[in-house]
């Protein structure tokens, strides 16, 4: 299989004395945490474009939760985009920036092979959208659109339904998908290489695209530590 590389955006932590340098990394394709103070950080990086869905940008805020970003018009960051950071999420941009110590300059140029990885295809919540069912039927899987292949949640939302191993029912053994030609929406938009590619390959398989948590235990410890206080 031919892989296409990309160049992923390096992730850098800044205190806001720094924010020109931030600006200059972000600018030359990187991210940037703004660390306001301990317990507030802004992620800076280059405007989402909208017509592209693969943006680096726009995944690493998705993976956040979030969905919208504020666009400058002024002053140091302007041109660019920011978002504040959930505080829940404040270890997940620590996170990257540790994950990235170790690679130099702005970006960095990967190149993963899907079927050799699959991470995206486990433990994941697809939520299938109207024109999902749709593809379904008239691809001749009307079957798809139900039990045991997709639940409808008690909000109303339709999921793609898991194995016990939490592997999506459609990986096949080789990791390549069986539904491939009418796969769902959110599958077809899954990007290599972004924030939510790289924590299900770290999630999942325990691969680390830079430096591993030193200790993986302690990391969720301190995780569930940083919640309780927020909460």
Not at 27 to 56: C, M, Q, S, Y
Not at 75 to 104: N, Q, Y
């Amino acid at each position: 299989m031919t892989v296409t590389p990309v160049h992923r955006p390096i992730v850098r932590s800044f205190k806001p004395k720094y924010v020109k340098e931030a600006a200059a990394h972000v600018r030359a394709g990187g991210h940037a945490v703004i660390w306001e103070t301990d317990k507030r950080a802004v992620l800076v990086f280059p405007k989402p474009a909208e017509d592209n869905p693969d943006d680096f940008g726009a995944w690493a805020i998705y993976d956040l939760g979030k969905w919208r970003w504020h666009t400058h018009t002024k002053g140091t960051f302007k041109g660019l985009a920011s978002t504040l950071v959930p505080r829940d999420c404040l270890w997940i941009v620590k996170r990257r920036a540790e994950r990235d110590s170790m690679h130099p300059g702005p970006t960095r140029k990967i190149a993963f092979d899907c079927t050799k990885c699959a991470a995206c295809c486990q433990d994941n919540e697809v939520i299938l959208q109207d024109e999902d069912l749709a593809r379904f039927r008239e691809g001749g899987r009307a079957d798809l659109t139900k039990a045991p292949f997709a639940k409808r949640h008690k909000d109303g939302r339709v999921l793609l339904t898991l194995l016990d191993n939490k592997k999506c029912r459609h990986l096949k053994r080789d990791n390549k998908c069986g539904i491939y030609a009418i796969r769902p929406h959110p599958c077809r938009e899954f990007p290599m290489g972004t924030e939510c590619c790289l924590y299900a390959r770290w999630d999942v398989l325990k691969l680390h695209d830079g430096v591993p948590p030193e200790d993986e235990a302690r990391a969720v410890a301190k995780r569930r530590a940083e919640r309780s206080v927020d909460a």
